[in-house]
C-alpha cells in the first residue's frame, strides 16, 4: 500500500512562488507516472499536474500551465511542484499521487491509485 506525505503549503502573497513536496513510501507500483491534485471545498479535486516515470512527458491544467512546474526525484521517491506567480485562485488543499499510467496521456487523472494523504494548504492572499 502506498502511503503519500505533502508538505510545503503556506500563505503566499499574490505573485509569490512554493515549492511543494510529496515523498511516497510503502510499496510503490512499476514505473508510473506521478500527479499533482487540488482541491478548493465545495468542489470536486481535479489533477493539475502530471510527470511520467522517467520526467520525460509532463502535463499541466490550463490555468497552471507556465506558472507550475512538476518534477520528481526517483532515486528519494519523492515528487515536487514548484508554483510561481500564484493567485488567489490557487488557494486550495493539494495532493500527491500515483498515477497508474506510463506517461500522462488522456485522462491521467481518472488512473489514480493509493489512498489520499493529508494534504498541504496552500493560501494566496493579500
Known amino acids: 500500500q502506498v502511503q503519500v506525505a505533502e508538505s510545503g503549503g503556506d500563505l503566499v502573497e499574490p505573485g509569490g512562488s512554493l515549492r511543494l513536496s510529496c515523498t511516497f513510501s510503502?510499496?510503490?507500483?512499476?514505473?508510473?507516472?506521478r500527479g499533482w491534485f487540488r482541491q478548493v471545498p465545495g468542489k470536486e479535486r481535479e489533477g493539475i499536474a502530471c510527470i511520467s516515470f522517467y520526467s520525460e512527458r509532463t502535463a499541466y491544467t490550463d490555468s497552471v500551465r507556465g506558472r507550475f512546474t512538476i518534477s520528481r526525484d526517483n532515486v528519494n521517491n519523492m515528487l515536487y511542484l514548484q508554483m510561481d506567480s500564484l493567485k488567489p485562485e490557487d488557494t486550495a488543499t493539494y495532493y500527491c499521487?500515483?498515477?497508474?499510467?506510463?506517461?500522462?496521456?488522456?485522462?491521467?487523472?481518472?488512473?489514480?491509485?493509493?489512498?489520499w494523504g493529508q494534504g498541504t494548504l496552500v493560501t494566496v492572499s493579500s
Open positions: 510503502g510499496v510503490t507500483p512499476g514505473d508510473f507516472a
Open positions: 499521487a500515483v498515477v497508474t499510467r506510463l506517461d500522462c496521456s488522456g485522462p491521467w487523472w481518472d488512473h489514480r491509485a493509493g489512498a
